[in-house]
Structures are given as structure tokens and as C-alpha cells.
């Protein structure tokens, strides 16, 4: 991968990864809690195409709630988000991003203590290759209310579902032995 931001002259980012691009209301700053309504857009034009800020969200385009995830990551300079996509009248949205199964659950990880971009990433990587469940990963730039945040590492909510951890629902006496642990 190689990795390219561009500040224009416009005030357009410039980017060969996928850009993630959030506007809050007033360009508020983002609480820890609880999530806030904002506008996100998902820009991927694929590989050797460039990404721009201004271009329509073409991955993604809609509403979100988002807050600051996290205890001691949050209180870095580059912060965690957690967020979840949502219709026009709030209610959860499920669709895929950048590859990764339908959800509306999702996190943008901050790289502040990983300067290789790689540890969680790669780590999901070697996981799932040995037929295990990890969250999947996609690498973007992050750009919030015109800021330049960063390289995130955008990843999948860990949590039972059909696409993620495709477990069974417990019935209230699945409370011990083999009924519990399987």
C-alpha cells in the first residue's frame, strides 16, 4: 500500500486509500456519549484511482450517530469512533462497507499507538486464516468537519449476527453445562 494525502488548494484531501468524511451539526465536536447525528460519506474509487473529499460518497452517503469510543485511546490525541448508519428517520441501517458483510455497527480504530498501521489489521488477518472469526478490516483516511484526522483502521463491531458472530440467541434456561458453553 502507499499512502498519499493532499491537501488542494480548494481545501480538498486527495487520498489512494478510501476516504471517510463526517460533518457534525454546526461542526460540534463529538461526544464520548451519546451519539450525535452526522452526515457521512465513504469515498473509494479502487485501487490507482484517487479519492477526493468533495466527490459524492459513492461506498456511503447518509446518516450516522457517532461518539468517541474507548477509555485510555480516547484520551490520545487521535480519537476512536463508534458508529452506526442509520435511515433518514434515525432508525439502524444495515449495509456493507468496503467489502464487509451488511451491519449497521461499526468502528474507526485509531492508529495514535500503532505508527505501522498493521498490529490490529494484520493480526484479524493471520486469525481468520486459521478459520477463525475476526473483525474485518479496511484502512482509511478520516476527515472530520474539514480536519484531517488520520489513518483509521475502519472495522467490523464485534457482536452476534449472521455476518459476524453467527451464534445462537440463549434461551434464559441455556444457563449451565454443555447448554452455555456448547
Given at each position: 500500500?502507499?499512502?498519499?494525502?493532499?491537501?488542494?488548494?480548494?481545501?480538498?484531501?486527495?487520498s489512494d486509500i478510501p476516504l471517510v468524511v463526517i460533518e457534525t451539526p454546526g461542526r460540534i465536536a463529538i461526544p464520548d456519549e451519546p451519539k450525535i447525528r452526522a452526515h457521512m460519506k465513504i469515498i473509494d474509487h479502487g485501487p490507482g484511482n484517487l479519492n477526493r473529499s468533495g466527490d459524492t460518497g459513492n461506498i456511503y452517503d447518509g446518516v450516522v450517530g457517532i461518539e468517541i469510543r474507548?477509555?485510555?485511546?480516547?484520551?490520545?490525541?487521535?480519537?476512536?469512533?463508534?458508529?452506526?448508519?442509520?435511515?433518514?428517520?434515525?432508525?439502524?441501517?444495515?449495509?456493507?462497507?468496503?467489502?464487509?458483510?451488511?451491519?449497521?455497527?461499526?468502528?474507526?480504530?485509531?492508529?495514535?499507538?500503532?505508527?505501522?498501521?498493521?498490529?490490529?489489521?494484520?493480526a484479524g488477518?493471520?486469525?481468520?486464516e486459521m478459520g477463525h472469526y475476526a473483525p474485518r478490516t479496511a484502512h482509511v483516511e478520516v476527515i472530520l468537519n474539514g480536519s484531517y484526522e488520520g489513518?483509521?483502521?475502519?472495522?467490523?463491531?464485534?457482536?452476534?449476527?449472521?455476518?459476524?458472530?453467527?451464534?445462537?440467541?440463549?434461551?434464559?434456561?441455556?444457563?449451565?453445562?454443555?447448554?452455555?458453553t456448547g
Open positions: 500500500l502507499a499512502w498519499i494525502i493532499v491537501a488542494e488548494g480548494s481545501g480538498q484531501f486527495s474507548g477509555k485510555y485511546s480516547a484520551s490520545l490525541p487521535q480519537k476512536p469512533f463508534g458508529f452506526e448508519k442509520r435511515d433518514s428517520e434515525g432508525e439502524n441501517l444495515n449495509v456493507s462497507l468496503l467489502g464487509m458483510p451488511e451491519e449497521n455497527d461499526w468502528i474507526l480504530l485509531a492508529n495514535y499507538n500503532d505508527k505501522s498501521f498493521l498490529r490490529n489489521s494484520l488477518y493471520i486469525f481468520r489513518i483509521y483502521v475502519l472495522t467490523e463491531r464485534i457482536k452476534r449476527d449472521k455476518g459476524r458472530v453467527d451464534i445462537a440467541t440463549l434461551n434464559p434456561d441455556e444457563n449451565s453445562g454443555d447448554d452455555l
